[in-house]
């Protein structure tokens, strides 16, 4: 199972330098482009799209995550960051069972 990454040019450089392939996406229509291909790849287990980019393709995010199963979709902040307004992990545990990370 491949992990594949849909992002910014910096943040796929980061994960080449870790060994996982990704596409580089300055347009809606080349995320979706990347999003298909990354569906079709048998070996791919696991997407990481950016927060930015899926937000210009939000309802097929939206609409894979809530269809499928296989691959997961994972969204995650790109190299400047989380948006805005999006939580993180340690502010959902601690809401969810009052936990600090």
Do not use: C
Request: glycine share 8%.
């Amino acid at each position: 199972m491949k992990f594949r990454v849909i992002a910014d040019a910096e943040t796929v450089l980061g994960f080449r330098l870790a060994g996982i392939e990704g596409s580089v996406v300055n347009s809606s229509e080349e995320a979706l482009d990347a999003l298909k291909e990354a569906l079709n790849g048998r070996e791919v287990g696991i997407i990481l799209i950016t927060e930015r980019v899926a937000q210009t393709i939000r309802h097929e995010v939206d609409r894979l995550l809530y269809s499928t199963t296989f691959p997961l979709i994972l969204e995650i902040p790109d190299s400047r960051g989380a948006l805005e307004g999006r939580g993180n992990i340690r502010d959902w545990v601690r809401s969810a069972v009052g936990i600090t990370l």
